[in-house]
């Protein structure tokens, strides 16, 4: 082989090797981008980020930190205990005025600090929009998307209210139009009194879209992770990314005589939001449901598999101290 040849092969040969190496680490980071959707790694991740550890650097400026949801639903639809078991304390209760088009809406402030920093959680509730149409649920969604960049819209019912499902029609469309992800919760779950209808009136109004298939494709949950028998995922059908998910709670621990029903299907719901939410949102999760320490127990419990000790030991510590 001449010094032509073996160049032309050498570089033959390169070729070859990076297209290999190319393969390879298209591969791996495929793996890696799989596990790393993985619920657990996510939130340690996330936890670590946010200080778990004392020595984690995080970066404060001097303003306090505002995140923002949406809340929707029928009056007595279960709004108000629902953000109350999530956040587990801390909340009150303002009539502001919202943003540019002055519509009255109630605000429930969740107001905390971490390390000595100040944060605040809103939950946006309209009382009413003046006309209730098509128009007006589309502005109102896109103006608190425009200036608070919510982390997710809770649309709140009980077996005990009743839904316009027109109203709901729109609010689902709104909600896929700006990107924020719509959780459509049925609260008050063990409810005797049509105890079906809210679940099926979800599915009523879903059911068009993936028929169609021109807005929503039902969505796979891995049935490994935690909350999988308990949420159902629509996914946008242009994106497939999650935009709609349904689910059943109960609130509170309800006492009677008969004994009563525990409180269910909040903790799934938040582990469901923080991992069907991008990165930046799940942060803001952890801000939401700080000061929720049975949240963090189950969570302690759910990952003791699949966190090391040293993690584990961190974490208990920390919820125990904030919690
Ligand atoms: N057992 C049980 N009761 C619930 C649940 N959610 C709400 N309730 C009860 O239903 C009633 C209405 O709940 P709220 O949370 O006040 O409803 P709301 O949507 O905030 O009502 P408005 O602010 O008046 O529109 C209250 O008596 C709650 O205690 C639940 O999950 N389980
Ligand atoms: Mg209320």
């Known amino acids: ?127 009413g929009l003046d006309p209730w149409n098509k128009d007006s649920v589309k502005s109102y969604i896109h103006d608190i998307v425009q200036v608070h960049s919510p982390i997710v819209l809770l649309f709140c019912a009980s077996p005990l209210t009743v839904i316009t499902k027109e109203h709901l029609h729109w609010l689902i469309d709104s909600c896929i139009e700006e990107n924020i992800l719509c959780a459509l919760v049925c609260t008050n779950m063990h409810a005797r009194v049509r105890r079906n209808t809210v679940s099926q009136t979800f599915n009523e109004v879903l059911q068009p879209r993936t028929a169609n298939s021109y807005s929503l494709v039902p969505g796979n949950i891995d049935s490994e992770k935690p909350y999988a028998s308990s949420i159902t995922l629509y996914n946008d059908s242009k994106t497939n990314k999650p935009a709609v998910l349904t689910c059943q709670v109960n609130s509170i621990d309800e006492s009677s005589s008969e004994g009563g029903h525990q409180r269910s299907g909040v903790f799934e719901l938040i582990l469901a939001l923080m991992d069907l939410l991008p990165d930046d949102k799940l942060n803001e999760i952890i801000y939401m449901v700080l000061n929720n320490r049975p949240f963090w127990m189950y969570v302690g419990q759910t990952f003791s598999h699949d966190w090391n000790d040293k993690f584990l030991t961190n974490f208990r510590l920390w919820y125990e101290k904030f919690g």
């Open 1 to 127: 082989m001449n010094n032509e040849e073996l160049a032309t092969s050498r570089s033959h040969w390169s070729k070859i090797k990076g297209a290999v190496q190319g393969a390879h680490g298209f591969r791996s980071s495929r793996e890696e981008k799989k596990s790393d959707n993985r619920l657990f790694i996510r939130l340690e991740r996330a936890l670590k980020n946010f200080g778990l550890n004392d020595n984690a650097g995080i970066e404060y400026d001097n303003n306090p930190k505002e995140y923002n949801v949406i809340v929707a639903g029928p009056p007595r639809g279960g709004k108000s205990t629902l953000i109350g078991s999530l956040c587990g304390r801390g909340i009150n209760a303002t009539n502001i005025h919202l943003a540019s088009r002055q519509k009255e809406v109630s605000c429930f402030v969740k107001t905390d600090q971490h390390k000595g920093f100040p944060h605040n959680v809103k939950f946006w509730s309209t009382i």
